[in-house]
């Protein structure tokens, strides 16, 4: 298991858009990928999952992975977040 806690970038945070890049780039990935914000917990490959923890700018959220490709998954995630989705 590999995690990584990062702080949202962009100013409106994992609305339809960037969460949609998020999603397709945890499916680039075998492992099974989680999203954390304060207590819950979803499936980073769900869109549905990542918009209901209403995720806005500056919010910091832990990547979680488990699986072959683990840390490049969550490496991967933590830059996209960090990049603010290029918006």
């Known amino acids: 298991m590999y995690v990584k806690d990062v702080t949202v970038q962009n100013q ?10 998020f ?18 917990r ?3 490959k769900s869109l549905l999952g990542v918009l209901s923890l209403g995720i806005i ?7 979680i992975a488990d699986g072959s490709d683990e840390q ?3 490496d991967g995630l933590v830059e996209l977040v960090e990049s603010g989705f290029a918006e």
């Open 12 to 21: 409106v945070g994992l609305h339809a858009r960037p969460a949609t890049f």
């Open 23 to 40: 999603i397709q780039k945890a499916n680039e990935f075998k492992s099974s990928i989680w999203v954390e914000k304060e207590e819950r």
């Open 42 to 44: 979803v499936n980073a």
């Open 57 to 63: 700018g500056g919010t910091s959220i832990r990547i």
């Open 72 to 74: 490049q998954a969550v």
